[in-house]
């Protein structure tokens, strides 16, 4: 089950910068954790997760294996794009493609390194490329819209769903605003991701800051998160140039260079995490002598569908869950702990896997 975040942004923003730090420290994973770079501007990473360590230490396992994100490098866009400007057409494709974006946006001075517009405004940058995405989505929704409509009219019950979800996504489109803020019923979500539209997308804004706000962030930053919070996006704080630094230092090496400059952790690990979390992703784990392994699996999913990550013949095949939450297994030492202290418990096809759960599948063949 692969995810995949979209790295966007203006030109000379520090999107490739980004990427590049997180390829190179996907590289330097690569001695411990399976890594592959699929194509030039595309990375796997693993998702930092303190809680395998732990896991491991307690079950004795040989090898930790974590779970893993995929970023692209998407082509940069200029204004136009939805037109086709630039390499416009070859960034909408890209971007369809991936199941979130995360969105790079300066929030820094340099006069060195020029902006495309002329001048340092991180939201007018944001609205640049939400704007190209929406018109990419009105052109596309006012092109197919006219033939779901004669069908829906023909009663076509599932047309008829289509043409009211495209009604209300052109009204916001039409309106400016994007199409992940129409509202949906749990039971229109598959419908709805059908229309394939771009703003319908969950946004990650990583402000690229200069080295000395990397911690906190600064005025330009704090606009982006007070933007992200009004439309219910996510915004990390990150300096790309520091990033590229840690990137090829050698992890003791780096932990020396982080406390040097006051920072507890890379903040690649913050844009991992936070893609991760917006993505509705969960993470469990299966613990024993040979690995300690952490697997990715969207929130909500019941036991049969998790073991089926594993693999299919174990959702064909499942009966039971026995399941520990991560708690109690590091508090009691263990699987025999958990048992003894009645932590231990067995789960049917209904249980639904929560976040932290230590599980073993039981499956017939």
């Known amino acids: 089950m692969g995810f995949k975040c979209g790295i966007v942004g203006l030109?000379?923003?520090?999107?490739?910068?980004?990427?590049?730090?997180?390829?190179?420290?996907?590289?330097?994973?690569?001695?411990?954790?399976?890594?592959?770079?699929?194509?030039?501007?595309?990375?796997?990473?693993?998702v930092p997760d303190d809680r395998l360590e732990k896991l491991s230490?307690?079950?004795?396992?040989?090898?930790?294996?974590?779970?893993?994100?995929?970023?692209?490098?998407?082509?940069?866009?200029?204004?136009?794009?939805?037109?086709g400007e630039g390499l416009g057409n070859q960034f909408l494709a890209n971007i369809r493609e991936v199941d979130a974006i995360a969105h790079v946006v300066r929030c820094f001075e340099d006069s060195d390194i020029t902006h495309v517009e002329g001048k340092i405004d991180p939201i007018a940058d944001i609205e640049t490329i939400e704007t190209e995405l929406?018109?990419?989505?009105?052109?596309?929704?006012?092109?197919?819209?006219?033939?779901?409509?004669?069908?829906?009219?023909?009663?076509?019950?599932?047309?008829?769903?289509?043409?009211?979800?495209?009604?209300?996504?052109?009204?916001?489109?039409?309106?400016?605003?994007?199409?992940?803020?129409v509202e949906i019923k749990p039971t229109e979500a598959k419908a709805f991701d059908m229309l394939g539209l771009l703003t319908a997308k969950p946004v990650l804004y990583v402000c690229n800051v200069e080295e000395a706000s990397a911690d906190k962030g600064n005025a330009f930053s704090a606009r982006v998160f007070q933007r992200a919070k009004e439309e219910g996006?996510?915004?990390?704080?990150?300096?790309?140039k520091i990033e590229s630094e840690i990137a090829v230092l050698a992890p003791d090496e780096q932990r020396d260079y982080l406390e040097a400059i006051g920072l507890e952790e890379p903040g690649l690990n913050r844009v991992i995490r936070e893609g991760y979390a917006l993505l509705g992703l969960i993470t469990y784990f299966t613990v024993g002598p040979k690995e300690a392994r952490a697997w990715t699996v969207m929130a909500g999913t019941k036991a049969p569908q998790?073991?089926?990550?594993?693999?299919?013949?174990?959702?064909?095949?499942?009966?039971?869950?026995?399941?520990?939450?991560?708690?109690?297994?590091?508090?009691?030492?263990?699987?025999?702990?958990?048992?003894d202290a009645g932590k231990f418990r067995l789960e049917g096809k209904e249980y639904v896997v929560a976040d932290g759960d230590v599980l073993h599948f039981r499956f017939a063949n």
């Open 233 to 240: 996006a996510r915004a990390v704080v990150v300096s790309a």
């Open 306 to 339: 998790a073991a089926g990550v594993i693999h299919t013949d174990f959702e064909k095949g499942f009966i039971r869950a026995e399941t520990v939450a991560y708690e109690d297994y590091v508090a009691l030492k263990g699987e025999a702990g958990a048992r």
């Open 134 to 181: 929406m018109l990419a989505d009105l052109d596309s929704l006012e092109k197919r819209i006219v033939a779901i409509e004669k069908k829906a009219k023909g009663n076509d019950k599932e047309a008829k769903e289509t043409f009211d979800l495209m009604s209300r996504a052109l009204v916001l489109l039409r309106e400016g605003k994007p199409a992940r803020l």
């Open 57 to 83: 230490a307690i079950a004795g396992s040989k090898e930790i294996i974590p779970t893993r994100l995929t970023f692209v490098d998407i082509a940069g866009l200029v204004r136009g794009a939805s037109k």
């Open 11 to 46: 030109p000379n923003v520090g999107k490739s910068t980004l990427f590049n730090a997180l390829t190179q420290t996907a590289a330097a994973q690569a001695a411990n954790y399976p890594f592959c770079t699929i194509e030039p501007n595309v990375g796997d990473v693993a």
